[in-house]
């Protein structure tokens, strides 16, 4: 049972989840007021509503239902949409029972039942103030500290083309695993993926132009590089409001079937897909085309999440041919050109290495380097997005 559409309606959208009909109608009677209810009578049913929209503020789920319980729905939920504030209706003989999924499914209130309707209307106010502070965490996280990440790492990759090209690489595959697998929160492991080559700076200099370019390591090397996501987190455990980033990156190391042993959260799987996306990134650096390096990460038994990899080597199996390479001077560079071959000056300096993705900020850099130094042209692009005439 769903409720027909309310895409006009300015009321407050709030997903109530119960098995018992009557029980959904009468908390749309109580609450129609000041509040848009729509329910469903299943989890399933309600976690595909909540994967396809964005605009329900807070989700209220009774603790006993058949196949799909209260709890199981709001941990899947936190999952799918995280800025959903979760509620949990229950019983007293659940109680036991919600302790724990108030535990693990983050739940912001639990209300025993039957619940006045002034305490319910209550709780929904609050939690819809809630999510409103979640929204604006969330969108000064994504684009004020996005924005200052962005602008060091462009910096960087000048100051260190090899290290930064690489993580600018591995930034993008996690961008489109993100949206491939529809990931909640992807901006958080995307700023981990950007940040997690951050240690390189301390490799020597053949070890990561190996890296760059998927070469063989040696057992020390192997060891050097183990190293890195420890070393990230002292470099960047001072920067406030990086706590979830730096887990991802520390975590990272940790196989999938260790994890798995225990029940994988929101960190344990984003630092999981992180470590797929810095190992795929090496195979293809190395000459191994996506499908290719998908199967062999695949024989690497425990390591990443087999779901994730199924996925994945499903939509490379599918792929069409790689955009084609492009070759533009200096000033035809744009935003959101791909590197597809490093950027030297001619005394052979690396300026900038493949796969760096080009911003303003970098154009500017490249240009003022040139200034001491030529850049050999042309360079070689790829262009991911259909961009203004480059003859301009």
Not at 36 to 62: M, N, P, R, T, W
Not at 203 to 211: F, G, R, S, W
Not at 233 to 242: A, F
Not at 374 to 392: D, F, N, Q, R, W
Request: hydrophobic residues 45%; aromatic residues 4%; contains cysteine.
């Amino acid at each position: 049972m769903t409720d027909p559409p309310y895409e006009n309606d300015p009321r407050p959208r709030i997903m109530c989840v119960d098995d018992e009909p009557a029980v959904l109608d009468g908390l749309r009677r109580q609450l129609h007021k000041d509040f848009c209810v729509v329910g469903y009578v299943s989890g399933h049913e309600a976690l595909s509503a909540l994967s396809d929209d964005e605009s329900f503020k807070v989700i209220i789920s009774d603790m006993r239902m058949p196949v799909m319980d209260g709890a199981t729905v709001l941990t899947k939920a936190r999952a799918i949409r995280s800025d959903t504030v979760r509620i949990l209706l229950s019983g007293q003989s659940e109680l036991e029972d919600a302790a724990s999924a108030i535990n693990e499914g983050n739940i912001f209130r639990f209300l025993i039942k039957p619940c006045p309707r002034p305490a319910l209307e209550k709780a929904l106010r609050d939690a819809i103030e809630h999510n409103r502070l979640l929204i604006a965490e969330r969108v000064l996280l994504e684009q004020t500290l996005k924005g200052a990440i962005d602008a060091l790492l462009d910096t960087l990759a000048l100051a260190n083309p090899t290290a930064f090209a690489r993580a600018s690489r591995i930034r993008r595959l996690v961008a489109e695993i993100v949206a491939a697998c529809q990931v909640s929160d992807g901006w958080r492991i995307e700023i981990a993926a950007a940040l997690c080559q951050i240690g390189s700076v301390v490799l020597p200099q053949p070890t990561l132009e190996k890296l760059h370019s998927g070469l063989p390591l040696t057992p020390e090397e192997h060891s050097q590089i183990a190293d890195l996501p420890a070393i990230a987190e002292r470099l960047l455990v001072r920067i406030p409001r990086l706590d979830g980033v730096i887990d991802i990156i520390r975590e990272q190391s940790i196989p999938f079937a260790q994890v798995s042993d225990g029940r994988p959260d929101e960190i344990s799987n984003a630092a999981g897909l992180l470590r797929l996306a810095v190992d795929l990134d090496y195979l293809q650096a190395g000459g191994f085309s996506r499908l290719d390096a998908l199967m062999l990460l695949a024989t690497r038994r425990g390591t990443y999440n087999p779901e994730l990899l199924a996925k994945l080597t499903s939509e490379a199996s599918c792929e069409s041919k790689a955009s084609p390479v492009v070759a533009v001077e200096l000033h035809q560079l744009r935003p959101g050109m791909v590197v597809a071959a490093d950027i030297t000056d001619i005394s052979g300096r690396l300026l900038v290495g493949k796969g760096h993705e080009v911003s303003d900020r970098l154009i500017e850099l490249i240009r003022n380097r040139r200034a001491t130094c030529p850049v050999v042209e042309p360079i070689h692009v790829i262009v991911t997005e259909p961009t203004e005439a480059l003859g301009s």
